[in-house]
């Protein structure tokens, strides 16, 4: 069963603070880690990618991926109003050759 | 360059009405996607298409439900029979040849169908 798991939230954070988003996936074989972020109506966008154990940043972002815990996270570093969205991990199972399956989204809530 | 266009942006038809949704991938993408997305819910993955291999239709809900990818590029997703369950937003994304899994999907509007 391909499965990946996201707190739906909504995950409240004050302005400036780190957002800590989490994702755990059901196949141990799973290579590629994605996450993306939906604003209220709009599509999704791709915000990060991660392939290989550790961290990954990318300015105020940063991917961390764990493959024996079967764990990716995503850090937002000095929260923004603006960045209140959902993120969606998104995963790429074996065989590799086959669409990502989405987690449900953790919605995301930047207090000012 | 130009992204994902999908049309219409917005539809409204009557239950028992066919519906047809188009979308236009980026240009040189062989990879296709068609998701459903309903109201605050995640993403539903209904059919991927990649060149000219059989399209995998695992997602498709019901035999109301089909694609169709012209040419390698465009596509269009046929509801027939619409039902009121069917209404949501209906994502298409469209990403380069998979090359071991490391495929990044871009995603078009949407369309969002309402079915009255």
């Known amino acids: 069963q391909k499965e990946v798991e996201q707190n739906s939230g909504p995950l409240s954070v004050p302005e400036g603070a780190i957002a800590s988003l989490n994702c755990t996936y059901s196949d141990r074989g799973s290579q590629s880690f994605f996450w993306y972020r939906q604003y209220s109506g709009k599509s999704p966008e791709l915000i990060m990618s991660i392939y290989s154990n550790g961290d990954k940043e990318d300015g105020r972002f940063t991917a961390q991926l764990n493959k024996a815990s079967q764990y990716v996270s995503l850090l937002i570093r000095d929260s923004q109003p603006s960045d209140s969205a959902t993120y969606l991990c998104?995963?790429?199972?074996?065989?590799?050759?086959?669409?990502?399956?989405f987690g449900k989204g953790t919605r995301l809530s930047v207090i000012a | 360059g130009a992204g994902v266009s999908q049309s219409p942006s917005n539809k409204v038809t009557e239950k028992g009405k066919d519906v047809e949704l188009r979308c236009d991938p980026i240009?040189?993408?062989?990879?296709l996607y068609w998701y459903r997305q309903s109201l605050g819910q995640g993403l539903e993955f209904l059919i991927y298409?990649?060149?000219?291999?059989?399209?995998?239709k695992s997602g498709l809900p019901s035999d109301r439900f089909s694609a169709e990818r012209t040419g390698g590029s465009v596509s269009t997703l046929t509801i027939q029979r619409t039902q009121q369950e069917d209404s949501a937003v209906y994502l298409c994304?469209?990403?380069?040849?998979?090359?071991?899994?490391?495929?990044?999907?871009?995603f078009g509007p949407g369309t969002r169908l309402l079915v009255l």
């Open positions: 994304a469209s990403s380069r040849r998979p090359d071991r899994g490391r495929e990044t999907q871009y």
């Open positions: 998104a995963v790429n199972f074996p065989p590799g050759n086959t669409p990502l399956v």
């Open positions: 298409f990649q060149g000219n291999s059989a399209p995998d």
């Open positions: 240009s040189g993408h062989t990879a």
